[in-house]
């Protein structure tokens, strides 16, 4: 029988003065081998990964470039080495579309920090070609970085979470979330207000730190059971040596008072910045004697393994967790990063395809 067809297409950033004129243009996709699944695109989330490659803040593109790294399609084919993934299954993609599978972190489950890791969009197959993204109508991808989504979570939910939802359950789950932890989390924005979703359906109490007073009412309809301030003075005092975890998702670093935070973690208490903001924004400048009252770790983390992604997406179907999006046609997508820079979405945007 034969296969089903698919025009590789997608809405590229051709001029990085101009990214947001974007051009439709046909792919190069990699080659498909025996490992591979050709997915056809449903659905892709705007990630502020988007937002910093569009406008060169990590560094120079490999212009043309079809960017998006929260994907969710349909199997349209896979490879004979393939196991667990037929044609017409609901899968999702992330922000990993390759690694070695054969260095130590690789063996261990840690493929997320395989030293020869392939980034879904603008990075290089061993062979040249560029990966391209999710604003677009399909993907190639290893079926090590291919998840199945249950039938209990719509495509429209999934999508974020394969990027947004996975860089804070991730760390959440390593860290020890659940019963008797009190988690805090700063920011609520994408990757924030899925944080307090998370640390919530993991059974910790959860403290949200926003310096917006609009996203205060925000923070406690997601779940939060205390939101403070960040505005007021002092605002740490009242919480010293009392948290087990912090998760920053700020992107701001600069103006993020860093030794604040410290000194509300309890003894060995980790701090857990999973924000990446633009090259030129580095975090704040601490001194030794800031992390010695409690012992203080300070770590990040690196989207996940695939591992945590089939956990997260199981939480997510048995605690029925939703996280609030804007849907837009695939088409509006120079909006949608202009609203996510601007931060303006509340709190993800989701694109459905519509590109024949």
């Given amino acids: 029988m034969s296969q089903p067809q698919v025009e590789f297409k997608g809405y590229a950033i051709?001029?990085?003065?101009?990214y947001l004129d974007m051009k439709?243009?046909?792919?190069?996709?990699?080659?498909f081998e025996a490992d591979d699944l050709e997915i056809a695109i449903t659905h892709?989330?705007?990630?502020?990964?988007?937002?910093?490659?569009?406008?060169?803040?990590?560094?120079?593109?490999?212009?043309?470039?079809v960017i998006g790294h929260e994907i969710v399609g349909k199997v349209l084919r896979v490879g004979n080495n393939v196991k667990g993934f037929k044609a017409g299954d609901r899968v999702g993609v992330g922000a990993q579309i390759g690694a070695c599978l054969q260095c130590r972190q690789c063996k261990?489950?840690?493929e997320n920090y395989c030293p020869k890791q392939i980034d879904t969009y603008n990075a290089e197959y061993p062979d040249g070609t560029v990966t391209q993204g999710g604003f677009s109508t399909a993907i190639r991808a290893h079926q090590q970085f291919v998840f199945p989504?249950?039938?209990?979570?719509?495509?429209?939910?999934a999508a974020s979470m394969f990027c947004a939802g996975l860089t804070v359950f991730s760390p959440l789950k390593l860290n020890g979330a659940g019963p008797g932890k009190k988690v805090g989390v700063i920011g609520i924005g994408g990757l924030g207000h899925y944080a307090v979703l998370f640390a919530k359906a993991m059974g910790a109490e959860v403290y949200a730190f926003t310096h917006s007073k609009h996203k205060m009412e925000d923070a406690k309809k997601l779940g939060a059971d205390h939101v403070i301030d960040t505005n007021e003075k002092d605002f740490a005092k009242p919480l010293s040596t009392s948290l087990d975890i912090?998760?920053?998702?700020?992107?701001?670093?600069?103006?993020?008072?860093?030794?604040?935070f410290l000194s509300m973690l309890y003894v060995h208490g980790r701090f857990v910045n999973v924000a990446i903001p633009d090259l030129d924004q580095p975090l704040p400048s601490l001194h030794a004697f800031d992390l010695v009252p409690n012992g203080a770790y300070i770590g990040s983390n690196h989207i996940g393994s695939k591992s945590e992604v089939l956990e997260m997406l199981e939480l997510a179907a048995d605690k029925g967790i939703k996280p609030w999006i804007e849907e837009l046609?695939?088409?509006d997508l120079p909006k949608a990063i202009e609203g996510v820079g601007k931060n303006k979405v509340k709190y993800r945007y989701v694109l459905s395809q519509d590109l024949a």
């Fill in 24 to 31: 439709v243009i046909e792919i190069k996709p990699k080659k």
């Fill in 149 to 157: 989504i249950p039938d209990a979570i719509e495509s429209r939910h």
């Fill in 246 to 260: 912090i998760i920053s998702t700020m992107d701001a670093t600069q103006q993020l008072p860093l030794k604040d």
């Fill in 14 to 18: 051709v001029d990085p003065k101009n």
């Fill in 329 to 331: 046609p695939m088409k």
């Fill in 44 to 65: 892709c989330g705007v990630c502020g990964s988007d937002v910093h490659t569009a406008h060169q803040g990590w560094g120079e593109s490999k212009l043309p470039l």
């Fill in 108 to 110: 261990d489950g840690y």
